[in-house]
């Protein structure tokens, strides 16, 4: 599975949007991009994954380059409740079944 | 609505004990996973099931052990506690890749076990 880069933390103002980077220039072109996150003394949980389209759900919404070697995670009013460690993930859907995480993005909400 | 349960939050055991972490999904899932996190070092896969009986190394397998005897249950084994194994304790479970459409592999975590070895 592909290596992911993204920044050690990020802050962000209550009510605004958040947008998480995450750099994977070695995708290849089977590999899906997928965001987890994991509030404090909780197990991650799935926010959202993409392919090359970008994605929305009632969580969040991803937006993947064209050359997809970088994506953003996007969180469109953050809330308190928002404030978590982001994980992004890039693996492909055959083959390895294991995840491997890395050390992700801690997100603070500023009231 | 819980889907995958740690048997215990917070345990606290002495050096050289044998310690079990239960762990239960309600999914009907194959694969089952162990993980551990550490400040700083995100989370790291210890051992891995895709099914009854079958496991796979994972990351970092050393000094620990697994039994996969029923398909809901996947257990991890500390046959001799040690003060670096203590940490935070994952358990996930997921279906395997061959079921799964739209790329949506996703995995379902426990809330976590707390282990402090003294």
């Known amino acids: 599975d592909a290596k992911t880069t993204q920044p050690t933390s990020m802050d962000c103002a209550e009510g605004r949007a958040a947008n998480l980077p995450c750099n994977h220039s070695t995708i290849s072109g089977n590999e899906y991009v997928y965001w987890y996150r994991q509030i404090h003394s909780q197990g991650p949980q799935y926010i959202i994954h993409g392919l090359k389209n970008n994605e929305t759900n009632e969580m969040a919404s991803l937006i993947i380059t064209e050359d997809r070697k970088s994506s953003t995670l996007i969180l469109p009013h953050a809330t308190l409740r928002d404030t978590a460690v982001y994980y992004c993930i890039v693996r492909a859907n055959f083959g390895n079944e294991k995840l491997t995480f890395g050390t992700g993005t801690r997100l603070t909400i500023i009231p | 609505d819980v889907k995958v349960t740690q048997s215990s939050r917070y345990l606290v055991k002495r050096t050289g004990e044998k310690v079990f972490l239960e762990c239960v999904q309600d999914m009907d899932h194959e694969n089952m996973f162990w993980y551990r996190q550490d400040p700083g070092l995100g989370l790291r896969l210890i051992y891995f099931s895709y099914d009854v009986k079958m496991k796979e190394k994972g990351d970092i397998p050393e000094g620990y052990s697994v039994s996969r005897e029923k398909k809901e249950r996947f257990s991890l084994i500390l046959e001799s506690a040690s003060t670096n194994q203590t940490s935070m304790y994952l358990c996930?479970?997921?279906?395997?890749?061959?079921?799964?459409?739209?790329?949506?592999?996703?995995?379902?975590f426990g809330a976590g076990s707390r282990l402090t070895v003294l």
């Open positions: 996930a479970s997921s279906l395997p890749l061959l079921r799964v459409s739209s790329g949506a592999n996703v995995l379902t």
